[in-house]
T-cell receptor, first 113, second 114 residues
Framework: NAGVTQTPKFQVLKTGQSMTLQCAQDMNHEYMSWYRQDPGMGLRLIHYSVGAGITDQGEVPNGYNVSRSTTEDFPLRLLSAAPSQTSVYFC????????????FGSGTRLTVV | AQSVSQHNHHVILSEAASLELGCNYS??????LFWYVQYPGQHLQLLLK??????LVKGIKGFEAEFIKSKFSFNLRKPSVQWSDTAEYFC????????????FGQGTELSVKP
């Protein structure tokens, strides 16, 4: 049981480049979310999804796009990377039941130069 | 919109000292509450959660938290900390009518001196 898998673990981008952070879960969870973690700011919600085909914006959605074509996958796209997007990104999933917490992936450390 | 505030940014304790980390949330409706822990270099792990019923919840590794609805608080406690408790602790809230939206506080870094 792999849980929540994020790839890559590390990435360096140049300003203006685009890339996709991958997230996959094998627990048949309906809910998936993307967070960024910055020192002193905790985890901030970027986008989230409550099922295939359904996504919504979180606290800091600007500069990021998501889609949810399958239950298993929830990729996060950076269209034009900026240094302000240097951060650690975490993907998380939940079964969506009101008694469930989220399971987190191991994170992607992104540096934009 | 829901929000979460953690009052202590960095707490330094000696081993065997008691711990209490504050967490307050702002949301008027029914909520689920969580504490997560992040050990250095690792991802978040669930410590404990509150959904309903007994406001005193017990989690892993001897941690517990008390939900006080009138104060919108969910403070984390441990009677005697160990060096291995050194980590960052995050409080989080999920409002029942907000679907999958889980919002985190800023985190509290705990350093335990041996």
């Amino acid at each position: 049981n792999a849980g929540v898998t994020q790839t890559p673990k590390f990435q360096v981008l140049k300003t203006g480049q685009s890339m996709t952070l991958q997230c996959a879960q094998d627990m048949n969870h309906e809910y998936m979310s993307w967070y960024r973690q910055d020192p002193g700011m905790g985890l901030r919600l970027i986008h989230y999804s409550v099922g295939a085909g359904i996504t919504d914006q979180g606290e800091v959605p600007n500069g990021y796009n998501v889609s949810r074509s399958t239950t298993e996958d929830f990729p996060l796209r950076l269209l034009s990377a900026a240094p302000s997007q240097t951060s650690v990104y975490f993907c998380a999933s939940s079964s969506g039941g009101r008694r469930d917490g989220y399971t987190f992936g191991s994170g992607t450390r992104l540096t934009v130069v | 919109a829901q929000s979460v505030s953690q009052h202590n940014h960095h707490v330094i304790l000696s081993e065997a000292a008691s711990l209490e980390l504050g967490c307050n949330y702002s949301y008027g409706g029914t909520v689920n509450l969580f504490w997560y822990v992040q050990y250095p270099g690792q991802h978040l792990q669930l410590l404990l959660k509150y959904f309903s019923g007994d406001p005193l919840v017990k989690g892993i590794k001897g941690f517990e938290a008390e939900f006080i609805k009138s104060k919108f608080s969910f403070n984390l406690r441990k009677p005697s900390v160990q060096w291995s408790d050194t980590a960052e602790y995050f409080c989080a809230v999920n409002a029942w009518n907000q679907g999958g939206k889980l919002i985190f506080g800023q985190g509290t870094e705990l350093s335990v001196k041996p």
